[in-house]
């Protein structure tokens, strides 16, 4: 499995910019902090907050789980089914060799120990989106199971969080309620493009402190399924699906408290707002004297709050066994420890890698290495100009607050490697300012035209033809002397002035060097 | 060319040198198909133009020196075998006018070698039962005797010789006890031996695709073309290659048959006669025979039906009236899928599911399911065991004579019949079903038991007599 | 109402099948008679005994990754309720 193969997973720049780098010696960016008021921390802070996740990744394959229909986003509605999906009388599952490679994949990068023998069970409930009265998933025995990741906690100490169970499911259908003119006012619709889509639920600990922990986890898990090819993790788009178990306790107490299951939260933002909201809300009821109990809530994202969807008496009932339709999975020790030694490079490795062989400080290596793609973007500039701080520079920084302004991620952008390449060698060969280049980078970023073709287009070739400096020089020293005697007087920042002037009559095409020479040349001399 | 005096063998034969076209073959078998099916309600749904269709391409296939294996032959299918071309019932009146998109692994197989199927036979509720009693049609009718039923539709067109082989679904023993009530010879192949891919069935542990003929022969010859992988049946991958014809009936000195003395206890003396006479039978004709013991035959047949109405009520719960069948007028959701499935299910697979639904409850599955699972796994063992010390084994294929039709009988009577055929799907053996007898001018038939992957045997011990078919006699 | 008789009631609950007083009444009588005569399973002593949790001995059967798009008229025809693209169902009120 080499690094540039398969898709590459996009991550919103927003995110990429707070992320952590989970490694002691690197610096380390600011740890976000929640939006909570100093009051509510109190309240909160007597309280020891206790967060589970369940997330839920889309796996990155060419067909369902089950069945050959094509696993790809369309917008006409029921493309993607067929018989198996669908679950017509007389089909069979069958399993996607694929799909068990990314779950193993999944498994083996979140250090699980992987089970040599496992199966799939039949999760039995109605709903309209699950074709079949059930739902196919590992309940007995998971592929994965006892991993754990690190992140940084609250006080940016790296902590493990474990991880306690990975399994292999497939997805349900879409459900879409019209409330006005449409199809049937009277009906909802269902979608069942998405059924079969093979998933793997990723289950941790109840390690989670904070809302800023649980957030952090989340970024870091999807940081580790993107590197490891397994997802493209787009938690707008439903390829990351995150539901959490909170519940608060007395810092003494050994057992847990009464949890909640907040779901619905659509963003990582959400994931830290909900929470918080939750946290808080428990809070306030324990203050009161009150008690927390066992429900499931809806973040609604537009009001800022949580909806209660339903309060659990008893826990469901769903009758799981062994699907007789399936076969086992088995897989030997050495298939396992093969699978280990060709897991791709992952984030804190390549960071790594980044310190060590480009001498990159840890910040920029964190930053570059947040998104798989905008490392893959930076180390193709790197092929083509080996100036690893400059590139570095230049992808942190005009070229990122590009792509975040586009909503673009790297791969998307019409601004290639080979584009950067050209534009940096322009200014290390002083054809033009670094100036100059943020312009000529923003006009070849929007318009997808070659840099060197925006330079010549617009004239922005560096002027370092001495005698062409030399009247413009003459010029302002002649217009300006006023602040040639102030400069003789000793004012040194009248020099800066002068030079200004000069940039101002060639639009910043002068070299800068060159200009300062002059002038000292011909006021001095 | 009278179809149960001839073999398959000799039927393509005849097709492919020009003695009879396919569709004079395929023409004479729908007629005489209409004026057989009128008094015994073996069909859902006859082919008609369609086969007729089929045997006019096979025809010209024919001429162009297509050697199709099957060429011309007509063939029953079970109405839980899913069919393009013909509605696929289920067993259930609302998906009398179904047309699935899907067709059955095994029928395709079958229709790729020359044989046209000529109709959907009748089966039980949601194929739920061993008489065609809880059929939403009414039951098929045994050949025999017009008062009793059949069994199984499929074993009925065989022995009437509407068809030459049939294909039939068999879990708990409708094909097998079919095959012996109507006097004809089934085999249940091993696990993995035929595709299931296009089954509908209630019990995906134990459902297997037989094949039910006038002999022998006839089913060697198909099984051939069924053997093998099927990547949309994963079962199937033990299985990679076929059985090529039958061997010499094996050398009597060299096989021993196993006798389970306890199993004829449960039959009454009649029956039991039958059995012994076989067992003597096979003594004198030098075959060894040794007494072997089952005895978990009820135990086992009690662990199936915990797992066939666990499985069942998961296996039906697609059926929701939304993406087929027909759907349970109501706005509310909720009345919707309890109108729709109580619609689609008819009493029997009603009470299966809901009773499989009870027994997989919490607080049940330790008790009930845990220990089915358990008891499963000894049968397997205790099956494996006796074939330490013999070769094939025999066993009665139903424990008692076919059911009159207006005979009152309880739910668990019924599922009591399956006692000698349930346990033999827990072992995941091969069973050949072959006439051993008559009581009271009714066959009895027989199970021949062997280890996986044992047919060639089986078939090759159980041609020793077949041809005993009711219209035979004449 | 007995154990067994809540069970049941609860089973036709979860599995959704509308079911009339009187044959619930009977499905009551018969499940009592099917427990009973289950009851010489139940004494089994499986000892040691695994739990058989297959009817066949394959492992590992996995399909390749080639994607295929399926003839979608004939499996829609098939649907009770089918327009503009989607199944409908009665209204989901949230
Ligand atoms: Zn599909």
């Keep these: 499995m080499n690094l540039g193969q398969g898709t590459c997973p996009r991550v919103p720049r927003v995110l990429a910019m707070k992320r952590v780098v989970g490694h002691e010696s690197w610096d380390k960016g600011p740890v976000p902090v929640s939006q909570v008021s100093k009051d509510e921390r109190k309240v909160i802070m007597k309280y020891e907050v206790v967060i589970g996740l369940e997330v839920h990744v889309e796996l990155l394959t060419k067909c369902k789980l089950f069945c050959s229909c094509p696993n790809r986003f369309v917008s006409e509605p029921n493309l993607n089914t067929c018989p198996v999906c669908l679950g017509f009388p007389g089909t069979m599952p069958q399993l996607s060799r694929e799909a068990l490679n990314q779950a193993l994949k999944a498994s083996l990068a979140l250090n699980c120990e992987v089970a040599l023998y496992s199966y799939f069970d039949r999760k039995n409930y109605f709903y309209p989106d699950m074709p079949k009265g059930y739902q196919i998933s590992q309940y007995y025995i998971p592929l994965g199971s006892r991993g754990h990741l690190e992140i940084d906690d609250d006080q940016g100490k790296l902590k493990k969080i474990g991880v306690g169970r990975v399994h292999m499911e497939e997805d349900a259908g879409k459900l879409i309620h019209e409330t006005t003119g449409g199809i049937a006012i009277d009906s909802s619709m269902v979608d069942y493009n998405r059924a079969g889509v093979p998933l793997i639920e990723i289950v941790s600990e109840p390690d989670l402190r904070s809302s800023g922990e649980a957030k952090r986890y989340l970024e870091k898990l999807k940081s580790m399924m993107q590197y490891a090819g397994v997802s493209d993790c787009k938690m707008e788009e439903g390829s990351l699906r995150c539901d959490a178990n909170v519940s608060l306790r007395m810092p003494e107490d050994e057992a847990y408290g009464v949890k909640t299951e907040l779901k619905n939260m659509n963003s990582f933002r959400a994931v830290e707002r909900s929470l918080d909201h939750e946290i808080k809300r428990q809070a306030e009821l324990l203050d009161q004297g009150e008690k927390v109990i066992t429900q499931t809530l809806r973040w609604d994202e537009d009001k800022q709050q949580t909806i209660v969807m339903r309060s659990k008496l008893e826990a469901d009932d769903y009758r799981c066994f062994a699907d007789p339709e399936l076969v086992p999975i088995e897989l030997t020790a050495q298939e396992v420890e093969n699978a280990r030694q060709n897991l791709p490079e992952m984030a804190d490795e390549r960071a790594r890698r980044f310190v060590k062989d480009y001498g990159l400080p840890g910040y920029d290596a964190g930053v570059l290495t947040s998104s798989r793609c905008l490392a893959d973007y930076f180390e193709s500039c790197l092929q083509l100009f080996n100036k690893p701080k400059e590139v570095s520079n230049w992808v942190m920084g005009e070229f990122s607050a590009r792509l975040n302004n586009a909503g673009l991620e790297a791969d998307q952008a019409s601004f290639t490697p080979e584009d950067m390449a050209e534009l940096l060698k322009m200014i290390d060969k002083q054809e033009i300012s670094g100036k100059i280049a943020k312009e000529v980078l923003e006009k070849a970023f929007q318009s997808g035209k070659k840099p060197r073709r925006v330079v010549e287009e617009e004239g922005l070739l560096q002027i370092s033809d001495q005698s062409e400096l030399e009247a413009i020089v003459d010029r302002v020293i002649s217009e300006n002397p006023d602040t040639v005697e102030n400069y003789r007087g000793g004012k040194s920042k009248a020099l800066g002035h002068l030079v200004g002037q000069v940039m101002k009559e060639t639009r910043g095409k002068a070299n800068p060097q060159l200009v300062n020479e002059l002038l000292v040349k011909k006021i001095d001399g | ?474 | 109402m007995d154990d067994i008789s809540k069970g049941l009631e609860k089973a036709i609950k979860v599995i959704k099948i509308k079911v009339s007083s009187s044959e619930q009444e009977q499905l009551q009588r018969e499940l009592k008679e099917f427990l009973t005569w289950l009851e010489p399973m139940l004494l089994v002593d499986t000892g040691q005994t695994e739990q058989q949790f297959f009817g066949h001995d394959a492992v590992n059967v996995l399909r390749d990754d080639h994607p295929r798009q399926s003839e979608l008229a004939e499996l829609q025809e098939a649907a009770p309720k089918f327009a503009g693209g989607f199944y409908l169902v009665p209204k989901i009120l949230e």
């Excluded at chain 2, 076209?21 to 015994?40: H, M, P, Q, R, Y």
């Excluded at chain 2, 069919?83 to 229709?111: D, I, Q, W």
């Excluded at chain 2, 297997?208 to 073309?225: H, K």
């Design chain 2, 1 to 474: 060319m009278e179809l149960r005096k001839t073999s398959i063998h000799q039927a393509v034969e005849a097709v492919q040198q020009g003695e009879i076209t396919a569709f004079e073959l395929i023409e004479k078998t729908l007629k005489n198909c209409s004026v057989l099916d009128e008094g015994l309600n073996i069909f859902n749904s006859i082919a008609g133009i369609d086969a007729l269709e089929q045997a006019k391409a096979i025809d010209q296939k024919n001429e162009k020196g297509g050697n199709l294996p099957l060429a011309g032959i007509p063939v029953a299918v079970k109405d839980d075998l899913c069919y393009g071309v013909l509605p696929t019932s289920l067993g259930s009146a609302a998906f009398n006018e179904f047309m699935s998109p899907v067709t059955a692994a095994a029928v395709e197989r079958l229709m790729d070698a020359g044989a046209v199927v000529i109709g959907k036979t009748n089966l039980d509720d949601m194929g739920q039962g061993s008489t065609t009693l809880s059929s939403p049609g009414g039951p098929t009718v045994n050949p025999w005797q017009a008062e009793r039923t059949a069994g199984s539709a499929g074993a009925a067109a065989v022995a009437t010789g509407i068809c030459m082989f049939a294909l039939e679904s068999d879990s708990g023993g409708a094909q097998r006890q079919g095959a012996s009530h109507c006097g004809v010879v089934g085999l249940r192949p091993t696990t993995g031996r035929v595709s299931r891919y296009g089954l509908n069935t209630h019990c995906s542990s134990f459902a297997r695709v037989g094949i039910t003929a006038f002999s022998c022969e006839n089913i060697a010859g198909v099984l051939d073309i069924l053997s093998g992988f099927d990547e949309r049946d994963a079962a199937t991958a033990v299985c990679r290659e076929g059985i090529t014809e039958i061997s010499k009936i094996p050398n009597s000195d060299k096989l021993t048959i196993g006798y389970p003395v306890n199993a004829f206890d449960f039959l009454e003396p009649e029956l039991r006669e039958v059995f012994e006479k076989a067992r003597d039978e096979f003594a004198e004709r030098g075959y060894k025979i040794a007494e072997i013991d089952l005895g978990l035959l009820r135990e086992g047949l009690q662990a199936y039906y915990v797992i066939a109405l666990i499985e069942a009520s998961s296996n039906h719960a697609r059926f929701d009236g939304i993406r087929f069948g027909k759907t349970g007028e109501s706005e509310i959701l909720e009345e919707m899928y309890q109108h729709s499935r109580a619609e689609i299910l008819g009493k029997e697979a009603r009470r299966r599911s809901i009773f499989g639904t009870y027994l997989l409850s919490k607080g049940n599955y330790d008790q009930y399911y845990r220990q089915a699972l358990k008891v499963w796994k000894m049968v397997r063992q205790e099956f494996k065991k006796a074939f330490d010390q013999c070769d094939l084994l025999m066993l009665p294929a139903a424990k008692k004579l076919p059911r009159l039709l207006n005979e009152e009988y309880s739910f668990l009577d019924e599922y009591f019949e399956d006692l000698f055929c349930a346990p033999v799907s827990l072992s995941g053996m091969p069973a050949l079903t072959v006439p051993a007898g008559q009581v009271n001018q009714l066959p009895v038939g027989m199970q021949l038991v062997g280890p996986p992957f044992s047919e060639k045997t089986l078939l090759a011990l159980g041609s020793w007599d077949t041809g005993t078919g009711p219209l035979s006699q004449e």
